[in-house]
């Protein structure tokens, strides 16, 4: 039930925020854990790559699934059921005795990886369309203020005396289980059920694997355009994430202490843009109109960054692209919302995070080729193709988006 008051969201909306913030901090505290990890079970450099390669794909095809589930069981039963995949995918992994347990986790890991959708989906159950893009605006710089907390924790879990069974790399595996745990209880405890008219008693069949609805998506003719634009989008932010570290450390010639600075420093900008711009903006455009505009912005800033090779000029570039990376996903996630009904949200956003899953897989990769030409053309073809993408979104006014 949406709140009464449209000047206020309400508190189930908090709870489904914090959540997301929690598991965004649990996610990104081992992100750079994965591959030092990697080189302690003896993996080459490649081997280490599909570490994430295999999250990436079973998220991609596994989070759907929980969203169709969550539409037809309801919301909180399977937040509950994908946090404890990944408190087990954690643990599994901060004890893995050899290189294919460490597979398995990842896998795990990333086939209960859906939480977030569900609380997207929890947004949309519980906010009025007038509320609706403020609310996706927060969750998504709540979500992002996770991605600034969680480095720094990693960093935290390697200075603790590890437990038996653990290495000092493991214990990061074991502080990102517990935040998960923390989560599962406060869903178990403070969120009630959000999706109206459930819930129906579990059964599975083949068709909720979904893989001709994730192929008939493609050219679904309400959500289709805005899948792709998903996908492409992620696609040419993935090359620009990955090409950002070799070319801040090795071109810009600054260490590691910076690099972790400068990530912090993008992440604060983003959340407090997302916070404070999104809803002003949204009064005076429509969202399509937004969502364009920080795109062509954003690929306009991917080509000045290498054009200024120098720490001063680039720090100024990060600092306005901060703020207009924050507006993407949020809208995208807005304009779903505001276009499907409330049994079918958890799967339309399912679908979207799925297309965004297969982009962070496919992107590294993309851009680790294009390393190997100079550190500046990722640079480039990430700009190219992100202006490309600007002129996509344009077309989505005319296909029966809201226009709101």
Sequence with gaps: MASADPSRLPLRFWIAALVAFINAVGFTLIIPLIYPYAVEFGLSDFQASLLTTAYAAAQFVA??????LSDRMGRKPLLIVSLLGTVGANLMAGLAPVAWVLFVARLLDGITGGNTSIAQ??????????????????????????????????YVAQLVPPLPGFTSLGMGFLFSAAIALFATLLCLVLLPETLENCCDTFRISWRDFGFGRLARSATDSRFGRVFWLTFFSGFTFTIFTFAFQPFFLKVLEQDARNLAIMFAAVGIIGFVTQVFALEPLRRRFQLVQILVGALAARGLLFLLMPAFPNIVAFSAIAVVFSAVNSFPMPLIDALLSLNSGPREQGEVLGLNASYLSISNAIGPATAGLLVSVSYSFPFWIAGALTLLTAWFAMTLSGRGIAKV
């Design 121 to 154: 989906a929890i947004v949309g159950d519980i906010t009025t369309p007038e509320q609706r893009a403020r609310a996706y605006g927060i969750f998504g710089a709540v979500f992002r203020l996770g991605f600034v907390v969680g480095p720094p924790l990693s």
């Design 63 to 68: 989070t759907p699934i929980l969203g169709r």
